[in-house]
Nanobody, 124 residues
Framework: QVQLVESGGGLVQPGGSLKLSCVAR????????MAWFRQAPGKEREFVTS????????SYVDSVKGRFTISRDNAKNTINLEMTNLETEDTAVYYC?????????????????WGQGTQVTVSS
């Protein structure tokens, strides 16, 4: 059974920073690409960023490039999302996700496991 547990969400002012973490309670963590998605109120869930199984490859949605950084620690079964210069438009529930494959070039239908989500609110 795959279990993904996110932490680190909260309330931050515009321009501030937050770090999200996801611990994956799964076997063979290093065999799978991982990703973050987010869902804002009234909107569909969208891809934010992904990282390949080795950590060598990453992908980002255009709106977060240069502000968000994804990383992973395969020894600790953990991925992190460092978010800087946060904008009100970044307000959403952020979900950790596992892909069936190793590549960071993720397609949504390759996601086979989701975390419960963590709320990020950017507001003054």
């Amino acid at each position: 059974q795959v279990q993904l547990v996110e932490s680190g969400g909260g309330l931050v002012q515009p321009g501030g920073s937050l770090k999200l973490s996801c611990v994956a309670r799964i076997d063979s963590f290093r065999s799978y690409a991982m990703a973050w998605f987010r869902q804002a109120p009234g909107k569909e869930r969208e891809f934010v960023t992904s990282i390949s199984c080795s950590g060598a490859g990453t992908s980002y949605v255009d709106s977060v490039k240069g502000r968000f950084t994804i990383s992973r620690d395969n020894a600790k079964n953990t991925i992190n999302l460092e978010m800087t210069n946060l904008e009100t438009e970044d307000t959403a529930v952020y979900y950790c996700a596992r892909s069936r494959y190793c590549t960071n070039a993720i397609q949504s239908d390759w996601i086979d496991s989701w975390g419960q989500g963590t709320q990020v609110t950017v507001s003054s």
